[in-house]
């Protein structure tokens, strides 16, 4: 029985929620099972040493609609990659109909599919409808992240500190926690108790990295930045903590079993926030968790004392 799973979210957070199901499809089956993605979901880096996950096929799909898999022509360089795999069964995590009539065209005998076109859902709760009623199972939210080789960093530091991964990254500038709060939030952690911070980032939050590196908190702290994904993991579950923006980050961080602190300005908690044993949220005040949205704006209205003390609380 071949396999194939089709997930055409962008982020690494997606990606990560999405583990769950590819496990439980791999289980069922018991096979490792392909899956399809874009590259910047980080899928070949993040499961690199994931036994249940075979070959990682990449969906290149372009908001200007300039992808290798876009067009009518897309559509056929997309059937031409899976036909030639003669894939026995598919899971499409999508309602698109293109993707239904490309694994049609591919010759899948068997294909399962979100309902067509819908437009709006909780990823998570979705999710897991269509597996559990795809492999006659109950499937686990939460999911966990394979590591063959774990290596530690931290004989390079002390080992009598405690390690905090930052999450100062986000995917648009109202889910960013203001990097002053992160650096004053190093400052008070630091004072309670030895702190090492780990920054994750990309090449595109430098800026907000160098705030913190040359700040007097910089020794203390270790860059993400130039390091690839698949090198940071190691150092994220040696983690004590991770403090996030609802970021790739945040998701991984849990993935990899390390107790997480989510802050959530401007996204929905109960899609993003509450599928994991592993994380625990700040809200902007005035709402609730079941109020936060894609359009809260609420970066302004995140108390910074509730971020500390919660912080606290989990490091103790």
Known sequence: MKVLVIQPKIGMGDMIIYLPYIHAISDKYKTSVSILVK?????????ADDKKIGEILLLDREKNKSGFHDGVRGFFNLYNLIKKKKFDKVFIFNSSLRYFLVAKAAGIKNIAQYPLFRKKDNIVNSAKIFT???INS???????LSLKKETSNKKKLSFESKYICLGISASGPTKRWNIKNYLKLCEKLNNH???RFYLAGGKNDQELVDIIMKSKIGPNCLSFTDLKIKETLPLIKQSDLCISNDTGWLHIASALGVKCLGIFMDSPVMAYGKYSKNISVIIPEGETEETTTHNTLGESKISFEKVLSKSIQLLD
């Not at 109950?138 to 966990?144: F, L, M």
């Open 39 to 47: 590259k910047t979901s980080r899928a070949k880096e993040l499961f």
């Open 132 to 134: 559990e009623s795809e």
């Open 138 to 144: 109950i499937v686990s939210t939460q999911p966990i």
């Open 193 to 195: 108790t030895p702190c």
